[in-house]
T-cell receptor
């Protein structure tokens, strides 16, 4: 079975500081991994995805994530936080042997302090 | 714009009633997923359809049902509504296999009064 764990339901950073949102996954087969962002009263928007190509994945809005198999992690980072980054972030995993269901983490709410 | 269309955007109804939420997936996507998002439960997977067939069930109540039609649009039917059913209901779609990710609609906000 697949699952993801997001450490920290709330993260606060200062504007211009590094953003680090943690995600650990569990999967019995090589997974596909995703990060989504949700702004208030909106749907989830795909930020980036890992599908077994490069382990460092670049996404939209300056975000990137690194797949580390040895640590079963897929942490999301951004070098410099912007006020517009304040949102809810979800990590998700899917795998071919589960009919490509998407398993989502519980989400991390990012606050950016001016 | 994700390409996934959900209607209506907002719905207010009374307890005990029945409602139908509609979803049109992205062009070419065969899989449709339904999720419920509430403050206390987070994002809950309800059900998945692939090319008209039910593929997976999550935490979907017996009062809820869904189907995917030949033109691939999907409907989620919620009946005997309770106050606790108030939530955001999202539809998502993906190609199969899902390595490209799922694309979400803007959601239907259901309020049961």
């Amino acid at each position: 079975a697949q699952s993801v764990t997001q450490l920290g339901s709330h993260v606060s950073v200062s504007e211009g500081a590094l953003v680090l949102l943690r995600c650990n996954y569990s999967s019995s087969v090589p997974p596909y991994l995703f990060w989504y962002v949700q702004y208030p009263n909106q749907g989830l928007q795909l930020l980036l995805k890992y599908t077994s190509a490069a382990t460092l994945v670049k996404g939209i809005n300056g975000f990137e994530a690194e797949f580390k198999k040895s640590e079963t992690s897929f942490h999301l980072t951004k070098p410099s936080a912007h006020m517009s980054d304040a949102a809810e972030y979800f990590c998700a995993v899917s795998a071919p042997n589960t009919g490509n269901q998407f398993y989502f983490g519980t989400g991390t709410s990012l606050t950016v302090i001016p | 714009d994700s390409g996934v269309t959900q209607t209506p955007k907002h719905l207010i109804t009374a307890t005990g009633q029945r409602v139908t939420l509609r979803c049109s997936p992205r062009s070419g996507d065969l899989s449709v997923y339904w999720y419920q998002q509430s403050l206390d439960q987070g994002l809950q997977f309800l059900i998945q359809y692939y090319n008209g067939e039910e593929r997976a069930k999550g935490n979907i109540l017996e009062r809820f049902s869904a189907q995917q039609f030949p033109d691939l649009h999907s409907e989620l039917n919620l009946s005997s509504l309770e106050l606790g059913d108030s939530a955001l209901y999202f539809c998502a779609s993906s190609v199969d296999p899902g390595q490209g990710g799922a694309f979400f609609g803007q959601g239907t906000r259901l309020t049961v009064v």
